[in-house]
């Protein structure tokens, strides 16, 4: 039985004919105006028409004014959410009221879809240049939306998560940057340092040293120059020119730990990670 005779045997004319509009459009995660304007109902008369639908497991709302479709072979299920990097898309767009967010998939995600890690990323992070103030959980999902400039939008691309979806996320050398700048968003310097590592035969330094000079972050600068120093990335010419940019002030290397550690005058940086553990991620 195809989808379309299953859900006209299953559901009413209205309603059948509303889900099936939905998914030959694509929009298999909605907003509450997309549900008025294929229902031709506002108001309460919208709200009547939707609440058996996800009484029913057909429908489930995601968070306020956003609903998704649920599988028909997953039967009757209050727990489908479905691509959790798909939905940051959506909760963004549908807070933004626009069909081209301005976001991309960042920090801690980007990382996990650039094979950057070792472990797997319990939370969802995007970044988006309108601020989303509330806190957002899906599910047991954390989302956590970063506010950037709208200048600072750069540095990202399309990437398919399935046959039909595909979302914005920083490029291999941006998603370093992000991390330089917020290693809090990414589990710590030593991840980030892991990314950096992993990723050394793909990553552009050239492009890496224009997207800081872009961000224009001090401690971008400190933490990115002496990060490939030790690891020996880069030419002494390349981080001379990175040097240049620093101001006298000292900052931390990893703001997730203890505020102590030597001075390192050349970076102008508080070592609160041994150079020790960071050079054992060459091991990794």
């Known amino acids: 039985m195809d989808i379309k005779a299953k859900y006209n045997k299953t559901l009413g004319p209205k309603s059948a004919e509303f889900i099936l509009s939905l998914y030959d459009d694509g929009k298999t995660i909605f907003t509450i ?3 008025s304007q294929y229902s031709n109902l506002e108001g309460q008369s919208l709200q009547k028409f939707l609440n058996p639908l996800i009484k029913k497991g057909i429908l489930n709302r995601l968070i306020t004014g956003l609903y998704t479709i649920v599988p028909f ?6 727990q ?3 691509n959790p990097y798909v939905v940051a898309r959506e909760v963004i767009r549908s807070k933004q009221k626009s069909n081209q967010p301005q976001y991309f998939v960042s920090h801690a995600s980007a990382f996990e879809l650039h094979q950057m890690v070792t472990q797997p990323q319990m939370d969802i992070y995007a970044s988006t240049s309108k601020q989303i103030k509330e806190k957002i959980n899906i599910q047991g999902m954390n989302f956590h939306f970063v506010t950037v400039k709208e200048k600072d939008l750069f540095g990202f691309k399309k990437h398919w998560v399935s046959k039909t979806e595909s979302i914005l996320v920083s490029d291999l050398e941006r998603t ?7 290693p809090e968003y990414c589990g710590g310097i030593t991840e ?5 590592w992993i990723k050394r035969k793909e990553l552009s330094i050239k492009k890496l040293i224009e997207y800081a000079e872009k961000i224009d ?6 933490r990115l120059g002496y990060l490939l120093e030790i690891y020996k990335m880069t030419t002494a010419q390349e981080l001379v020119g990175i040097q240049k940019q620093l101001t006298a002030s000292y900052l931390i290397l990893d703001p997730t730990q203890v505020d102590e550690g030597k001075y390192l005058a050349k970076w102008k940086l508080r070592l609160n990670i041994s150079e020790a553990e960071l050079l054992a991620v060459l091991r990794t």
């Open 176 to 182: 370093i940057i992000d991390g330089l700048k917020l």
């Open 33 to 35: 105006d997309e549900a």
């Open 73 to 78: 072979e997953l039967g009757n299920t209050t």
């Open 80 to 82: 489908f959410m479905g």
């Open 192 to 196: 980030v340092a892991k990314g950096l």
């Open 217 to 222: 972050s001090g401690v971008v600068y400190r």
